[in-house]
């Protein structure tokens, strides 16, 4: 090896010269690649790095699968995201509620901590029962519907949220029981409205 060699500057670029037919087989990929796709790929792994930035993630489903999971699928995130809801609600609420009672009370210290302790851990729990058993209900509802239809679409929410309304207040009158059952299908009926307008919305590229 030359002086004249060690005293070149180091470089990836591919050599001229003497070295030109040595290495132009290693580089011909390189140049092909390059040239087809307009920009320069890596010398050392011969890929254009942009085939790694995909607009969305693929996944693999069986053949005859739904691209989206199903009720009962659902199910577990719904009811478990309801309960933590329901607690994060009624443990607000239970908040100003202590400080209100204690408050007008006059209390302070260890009996202000305890009151308040009381108040958010109960009013919390309590709400936290009643979205959780709500999700519950809706959920077996769904899951009941797609079995039965043999589908998943807006009359198995709009169904499951009605009749969600109607088992919860069942046992308070047949006046409540109908307010519950305006009350599920009002909900579940927005909340169908929204989905429709948000895949209209997307479909035109909004």
């Not at 790929?41 to 011969?46: D, E, F, H, T, V």
């Not at 933590?84 to 006059?106: C, E, H, S």
Request: hydrophobic share 35%; glycine share 14%.
């Amino acid at each position: 090896m030359s002086d004249d060699y060690l005293s070149k500057p180091l470089s990836l670029a591919p050599s001229t010269g003497s070295d030109e037919p040595r290495n132009s087989s290693r580089f011909s990929n390189v140049t092909s690649a390059s040239t087809t796709f307009g920009a320069p790929i890596s010398p050392y792994l011969n890929y254009d790095p942009r085939f790694l930035q995909q607009a969305q993630p693929e996944f693999i489903f069986p053949e005859g699968a739904t691209k989206q999971r199903g009720r009962f699928e659902l199910a577990f995130s719904q009811i478990g995201s309801s309960v933590m809801v329901g607690a994060g609600i009624g443990g607000l609420a239970g908040f100003y509620n202590g400080l209100r009672t204690t408050k007008a009370l006059q209390q302070t210290g260890k009996l202000w901590r305890t009151q308040m302790l009381n108040h958010v851990m109960k009013q919390g729990s309590g709400t936290a029962n009643t979205l959780g058993t709500l999700a519950v209900m809706y959920s077996g509802f769904g899951v009941l519907l797609q079995a039965v239809r043999g589908e998943d679409d807006d009359i198995n929410t709009v169904v499951a949220g009605t009749a969600t309304g109607l088992l919860y207040k069942s046992t308070a009158g047949l006046r409540k029981c109908a307010i519950g059952g305006a009350v599920g299908l009002g909900i579940s009926g927005l909340y169908c409205l929204a989905q429709l307008a948000r895949a209209n919305a997307a479909s035109n590229g909004l």
